[in-house]
């Protein structure tokens, strides 16, 4: 089993920036990419960003979040962070960091069925 622990969540005003951190534990051996998902109320889990864990670390990003949200990694602590600036009202969500198995088609790794542990998730509030 693998264990994530996300932290970091908060209350911020429009404009403002947070950075979420997610912690593996256990048998981290089994995953080979970690991502970011978001839940709004009312809303589906959709995917935000990812990382492979091997190397230098290759990125994913959803359009909606790209050039606001960045992923990186520090492979020796087994964490990874997402760094959210120019926060809006509409990024409020529960926060959840995601570890599973590398598609093989890139194309497909927003999709839920790659990741098989999931933390409890993080409140990030953005006031407008």
């Known amino acids: 089993q693998v264990q994530l622990v996300e932290s970091g969540g908060g209350f911020v005003q429009a404009g403002g920036s947070l950075r979420l951190s997610c912690a593996a534990s256990?048998?981290?051996?089994?995953?080979?990419?970690m991502g970011w998902f978001r839940q709004a109320p009312g809303k589906e889990r959709e995917f935000l960003t990812a990382?492979?864990?091997?190397?230098?670390?290759?990125?994913y990003y959803a359009d909606s979040v790209k050039g606001r949200f960045t992923i990186s990694k520090d492979s020796a602590r087994n964490t990874i962070f997402l760094q959210m600036n120019n926060l809006l009202p509409e990024d409020t969500a529960i926060y959840y960091c995601?570890?599973?198995?590398?598609?093989?088609?890139?194309?497909?790794?927003?999709?839920?069925?790659?990741?098989?542990?999931w933390g409890q998730g993080t409140q990030v509030t953005v006031s407008s």
């Open positions: 995601a570890a599973g198995r590398l598609p093989i088609i890139a194309q497909i790794v927003p999709e839920r069925g790659n990741y098989d542990y």
């Open positions: 256990g048998r981290t051996f089994r995953t080979q990419i």
């Open positions: 990382i492979t864990w091997s190397g230098a670390g290759y990125t």
